[in-house]
């Protein structure tokens, strides 16, 4: 069983009582909060929900940029044990409504910024009470003595949307312990108390709320910035004196492709959690004067394999945790019968730790029922496991597509594109690209191949779906690979295929 100080509320708390001067929150703009500032404030937004009706089990959504109010939020919703929905910013349009309506969301908390867009599709989410507009002048002053029990590590932290695949996003049903595991596997010696982590992962994923939890839980300085910037990075870490960063594999190549500089090396850095490494990682590490630990992970299951400051082979992704939540990790065939080394097949994973993985689907039960089957949560995706136990990721088995770091349901951006009146059928698969993971491509059938403009089809699109979706590439085809006894797709010979001289490009000039 987790200790309650393992969970940001109760940490800060924890912190705020031993050493209340010392600074908890840091933005690079030079905004700080202390610990004793973070927690009467977390306290003070808690106070507020309850005076709105919100308390334990109550589903409360956030569109907030990556300020320090999403932190306050985190905080306040958790200390009445109430539900999150942290909400992707790029959302727009029917992806907002869907996922507003979906979570029987009662409040949503926003800003300014997306008033507009909230406004516009206000009617079609009639469960939706109240809307709170939030800025710094109307953050509440007085913190009250207690807010609430705050959360136990089994109670449900946040309902976090992650992209469907033969159907609409899902929202994975997610205890606060796994906000604590996905954090937990991180070396013991990356983080001191007092130390600065800096992350500009947004706040609305695992990614950049269980590294906050982790900050909180050592008693560090969780440094961030709106969004992540590889021209301001070292800058950035430099003034705040950063002694650990967070990347991730296409932030961790855009770094390395800058050009080499003699002061390189003269930075305050000494670990970079990241994932997936990129092939000169070695080289990485000696440029910039630093040690890389990586892991593979998933919303649904935390981190099942990890690596330590000794991280093997560049490709691979760790080897199975032995730490919490003590997970079993396995590489099966379509029968979820292990295979040996070398053979490709799903990884799988369970845990034996109470509420350390996520507890199913929200409102939807047959699709928690297929991901949970024989006892093991199926990730989808292939893998294969080397004779010295590294785990390698080898492709999808899901139609997703990840994109900076967004999982993108390859489903929803068919759905968007075939809206568009000239588009008979489509197919939508990723790409790789050149800093890693991929960029999206739309492969159409079209009424009038001759007259057909595929800047006008991504022009229709971009007002439409999030800006992290948006295809990069289209290719008009007479018609698509399929299956001969179900018609199904060939997603995997149009990604093979890739781009062609008759790909239309956005990006190009």
């Known amino acids: 069983m987790l200790d309650r100080t393992c969970l940001a509320p109760h940490a800060v708390e924890r912190w705020a009582v031993a050493s209340p001067d010392a600074v908890a929150l840091e933005h690079v703009d030079g905004n700080r909060l202390t610990y004793g500032e973070l927690h009467a404030q977390g306290q003070s937004w808690a106070s507020t929900f309850a005076s709105l009706g919100v308390g334990a089990g109550s589903h409360v959504a956030t569109l907030l940029p990556n300020t320090f109010d999403a932190h306050r939020a985190l905080l306040g919703l958790g200390w009445l044990r109430a539900v999150e929905v942290p909400l992707n910013t790029a959302y727009v349009g029917r992806m907002l409504a869907y996922t507003l309506d979906h979570s029987d969301a009662g409040t949503l908390v926003t800003t300014a910024e997306f008033a507009d867009r909230v406004r516009e599709i206000r009617a079609d989410v009639p469960r939706l009470e109240r809307i709170v507009v939030v800025d710094e002048s109307s953050m509440p002053a007085a913190a009250p003595a207690s807010a609430g029990p705050g959360p136990e590590y089994r109670d449900i932290h946040s309902l976090m949307y992650t992209s469907g695949t033969t159907g609409p996003s899902k929202a994975v049903i997610t205890p606060w312990a796994v906000v604590y595991q996905f954090w937990s596997w991180v070396p013991h010696d990356a983080l001191e108390t007092g130390d600065g982590l800096y992350c500009a992962m947004p706040m609305f994923h695992n990614s950049g709320r269980s590294a906050f939890n982790y900050a909180m839980v050592q008693g560090a300085r969780f440094v961030t910035r709106d969004r992540f910037s590889a021209a301001n990075f070292w800058d950035d870490v430099r003034a705040t004196d950063c002694r650990t960063a967070a990347l991730i594999g296409p932030m961790t190549a855009l770094l390395y492709s800058a050009p ?15 994932g997936p490494m990129i092939p000169e990682i070695d080289d990485f590490e000696r440029r910039f004067g630093v040690r890389t630990a990586t892991c593979y992970g998933q919303t649904e299951v935390g981190i099942p394999v990890a690596t330590g400051w000794e991280h093997g082979p560049w490709a691979n992704c760790g080897r199975r945790r032995t730490g919490y939540p003590w997970p079993d990790a396995v590489v099966v065939d379509e029968h979820d019968e292990p295979l040996p080394a070398g053979e490709v097949g799903e990884l799988v994973v369970r845990s034996a730790e109470p509420w350390a993985l996520n507890v199913g689907y929200y409102k939807m039960p047959e ?5 949970w089957r024989n006892g093991w949560f199926h990730t989808g995706d292939a893998f294969r496991v080397d004779d010295d136990g590294w785990y390698y990721f080898v492709d999808r088995l899901r139609d997703t ?13 068919e759905t968007f ?9 489509c197919a939508a698969v990723g790409i790789p690209a050149v800093h890693g993971e991929d960029d999206v491509m739309v492969a159409v059938i079209v009424r009038d191949p001759a007259h057909f403009d595929p800047a006008a089809l991504v022009a229709f699109l971009e007002p439409r779906m999030p800006r992290f979706m948006l295809p990069r590439y289209v290719e008009v085809v007479d018609d698509l690979p399929r299956t001969e006894a179900s018609m199904r ?14 790909t239309y490009d956005r990006e190009r000039p």
């Open 367 to 371: 699709q928690t029922v297929a991901a």
């Open 417 to 425: 594109a075939g809206e568009y009146d000239d588009v008979l059928e």
């Open 401 to 413: 597509i990840r994109r900076r770091g967004e999982n993108i349901s390859s489903f929803e951006v």
């Open 260 to 274: 080499p500089s003699p002061d390189d090396g003269d930075n305050p850095l000494r670990s970079v959690i990241l």
């Open 489 to 502: 797709v060939r997603k995997h010979e149009l990604r093979a295929r890739g781009v062609t001289d008759a």
